[in-house]
């Protein structure tokens, strides 16, 4: 198969719980208690809602970065060799793509070598965003190569494609969900509160044990065999309740 014909899908679930208080839920009227699931539905869906856009709004700016980069190369503009004009070029096209905390630099000066580190915050509260790293021999190193001894020999590395990539993207997935982001209701669930506890409130996927949980563990291979291979059509959003906990799975497609 010719690789330009390559088609490339990446999947992101993300899910969320609703824990239930059972004496609260026991002992309220069934018209009520039917409100309130009601209400932590639409609270739910809110919330991934939000999560799902701030990622693919997120990663589409990433994605088109550097397919901007890759045709570059592609069409001869930019060497692939040529770190002295390829990292200011890949620096400036993030910030064109308003990803400007990507473009940050730590650099560490020394006789040895000298370490600058793009880096940014996450798509999500809580997430890692992608990294570019680059090493120098010295502060005065007319390009950019390891830095370590290479016994005289000129050791020339290409543009590595793994750095453009994103690294733990859902990892430490925290909740932020100001009014404004309430797409479906006005109502928000903190104020369903009873004199003895909460009736509902959300919680993010990695509270949950995975040995006890295993959607914690889900693998990529694991949805890929789940749809039979085919991701030509959207994979439908699933909810279930497990130990008086109301789970919800969302998937998207980032890019094709």
Not at 71 to 89: I, M, R, T, W, Y
Not at 216 to 238: C, E, H, K
């Amino acid at each position: 198969m010719d690789p330009n014909d390559t088609v490339t899908v990446a999947l992101i679930t993300v899910a969320l719980g609703v824990s239930t208080n059972s004496r609260s839920v026991t002992s309220a009227a069934n018209q009520t208690t039917e409100k309130i699931l009601q209400l932590a539905t639409l609270r739910e869906e809110d919330a991934n809602k939000t999560i799902k856009e701030k990622i693919n709004s997120h990663i589409q700016n990433i994605y088109l970065a550097a397919q901007c980069a890759a045709v570059a190369v592609e069409q001869g503009s930019l060497d692939v060799n040529d770190f002295e004009k390829g990292v200011p070029f890949i620096n400036s096209t993030l910030t064109n793509f308003g990803l400007n905390e990507a473009v940050g630099k730590i650099a560490i000066l020394n006789p040895q070598n000298t370490f600058s580190e793009g880096h940014g915050r996450g798509a999500v509260s809580g997430s890692y965003d992608c990294v570019i790293t680059l090493w120098t021999t010295s502060a005065a190193c007319q390009r950019f190569c390891p830095g370590l001894n290479t016994g005289g020999n000129l050791m020339v590395y290409g543009l590595n494609p793994a750095t453009l990539s994103l690294q733990n993207l859902a990892a430490n997935l925290s909740l932020s969900m100001p009014a404004s982001n309430n797409h479906n209701s006005s109502q928000t669930l903190k104020k369903l509160v009873n004199p003895s506890a909460q009736v509902y409130s959300l919680r993010t996927i990695f509270e949950f044990d995975r040995m006890s949980y295993p959607l914690v563990n889900i693998s990529a291979r694991a949805v890929y065999d789940l749809v039979q291979g085919n991701f030509t059509s959207a994979i439908a959003d699933t909810t279930w309740i497990t130990d008086t906990y109301r789970f919800r799975v969302s998937t998207m497609t980032i890019y094709k």
